[in-house]
């Protein structure tokens, strides 16, 4: 089991900022994926960005522009750089990777316990 450690949420006015971390409590062999979900109470929880081995970015369309992810291999670290921030941009963001702990295990999903993002004056 990969407990998945989360830091940065909290209260911001609209317009501000906040960088959320995520990174693995326990050393991991390799990862595929790491990223950010979001969920609002009564919706399902849905995609904010990831960030693949290869390099390649993926973004809701809602957040293009404004939000950033980017990942320091090194730490096995994923950031999510939140800027211009609304209203409906509060929820609860969950980390999320799809790693391997070891070369002879298989990758395997993995959540954050979430940390609470909200936006208002």
């Known amino acids: 089991q990969v407990q998945l450690v989360e830091s940065g949420g909290g209260l911001v006015q609209p317009g501000g900022s906040l960088r959320l971390s995520c990174v693995p409590a326990?050393?991991?062999?390799?990862?595929?994926?790491m990223g950010w979900y979001r969920q609002t109470p009564g919706k399902e929880r849905e995609l904010v960005a990831t960030?693949?081995?290869?390099?390649?970015?993926n973004y809701a369309d809602s957040v293009k522009g404004r939000f950033t992810i980017s990942r320091d291999n090194a730490k096995n670290t994923v950031y999510l750089q939140m800027n211009s921030l609304k209203p409906e941009d509060t929820a609860v963001y969950y980390c999320?990777?799809?790693?391997?702990?070891?070369?002879?295990?298989?990758?395997?999903?993995?959540w954050g316990q979430g940390t609470q993002v909200t936006v208002s004056s």
């Open positions: 960030f693949t081995s290869g390099g390649v970015t």
């Open positions: 326990r050393s991991i062999f390799s990862i595929a994926v």
């Open positions: 999320y990777a799809n790693l391997r702990v070891s070369p002879v295990t298989s990758y395997a999903a993995y």
